[in-house]
């Protein structure tokens, strides 16, 4: 096993000891942004290959090589990975050569579970800014 899906699965078993005390808690007030998120994020293609890394936002950290720049963009979202505004100039070849981005986690008081197949991971990075440069 990898160094990297070694860190993956423990950052997984983390997450999955967290879960249950966070998905129980009460929502927040209204216009109360989120002070905490916690995610675990992976990025795999056809040939087994996987990279992955633990988020973690306020205070940004975890093994994310930008998680500062990742927690601002999940930030004007408000954890919503499907409207990310990516890089939407950016032009990328038509190669199929298919990732898979998948994120599990909190963002302050709910769950959320984010899986997309991209053509290639110029793709990927078009549609997802920073988020799974990994």
Request: net charge negative.
């Amino acid at each position: 096993m990898s160094t990297k899906s070694l860190a993956a699965a423990a950052a997984c078993a983390v997450l999955a000891a967290l879960l249950p005390s966070a998905t129980a808690a009460a929502e927040p007030p209204p216009g109360i942004a989120p002070v905490h998120a916690l995610f675990v994020l992976s990025v795999s293609d056809r040939q087994g290959n996987l990279d992955a890394a633990l988020l973690e936002c306020a205070p940004d950290g975890g093994t994310h090589p930008d998680a500062g720049g990742t927690c601002a963009a999940l930030s004007q979202v408000n954890g919503d990975f499907s409207r990310l505004p990516g890089n939407p100039g950016q032009l990328c070849t038509m190669e199929y050569a298919p990732v898979t981005a998948t994120a599990h986690g909190i963002w302050g008081y709910r769950f959320v579970q984010f899986r997309h197949t991209y053509g290639n991971r110029c793709q990927l990075e078009a549609a997802t800014g920073v988020v799974f440069k990994l």
